[in-house]
């Protein structure tokens, strides 16, 4: 059985976009027993014991607000999405397993690994700029890099939705983009 719930914070907004704030059916049913969650939609499905059956929830809202991290954690995944999952020095779009972190100060030159330093490339053009600097070769990243926001990286979660949306969601997804006319 793949019934996910979606989890909102207590404002009804997601914990997360990317990766979409998701519970296994079983976590959010033990949630929904210890009154940590409410639930806003259902599956059809429904599961059962001896004495009760209740509706598989699909849609759940914490109780308890969980405030959010103002500094991102940094990570190689937060700096693609911070990147938008592009190569800064050629604007190619890769999938991470096609994407590398370049030093724009390179290590051997003195350079921090450090949200300031740290870009996403792509292997192509790790490679062609080496441990060079970006004006001894005449690579400079499109961006110039900076620690971003949890708001900034929530923002740019919203521009990947994962493969499967389910219908009932969608109310809790995306709620203030802009409407087709």
């Not at 599961?47 to 969980?66: F, T």
């Not at 003195?110 to 004006?135: F, M, S, Y």
């Not at 923002?155 to 969601?169: C, I, K, Q, T, V």
Request: charged share 25%; with cysteine.
């Amino acid at each position: 059985m793949h019934y996910p719930s979606l989890v909102l914070n207590a404002d009804f907004r997601p914990l997360s976009y990317f990766p979409l704030s998701l519970w296994s059916w079983q976590d959010t049913i033990k949630a929904v027993c210890l009154d940590r969650v409410s639930v806003l939609n259902e599956y059809d499905a429904e599961v059962r014991s001896p004495s009760c059956s209740m509706r598989l929830p699909s849609v759940i809202a914490l109780r308890e607000y969980v405030p959010t991290a103002r500094r991102p954690a940094f990570t190689r995944f937060n700096v693609f999405l911070r990147d938008n999952f592009s190569c800064q020095y050629c604007s190619d779009q890769l999938p991470t397993h096609e994407l590398t972190f370049d030093h724009v100060i390179p290590r051997s030159k003195g350079g921090r690994t450090t949200w300031e330093n740290v870009i996403t490339a792509c292997g192509t053009c790790n490679l062609l700029k080496a441990d060079h600097l970006p004006q001894e070769i005449r690579m400079f990243p499109r961006r110039r890099p900076a620690q971003p926001t949890t708001w900034e990286l929530q923002e740019n979660g919203r521009a990947f939705p994962p493969n499967y949306l389910h219908e009932s969601w969608r109310d809790y997804l995306y709620w203030d983009v802009e409407l087709e006319t």
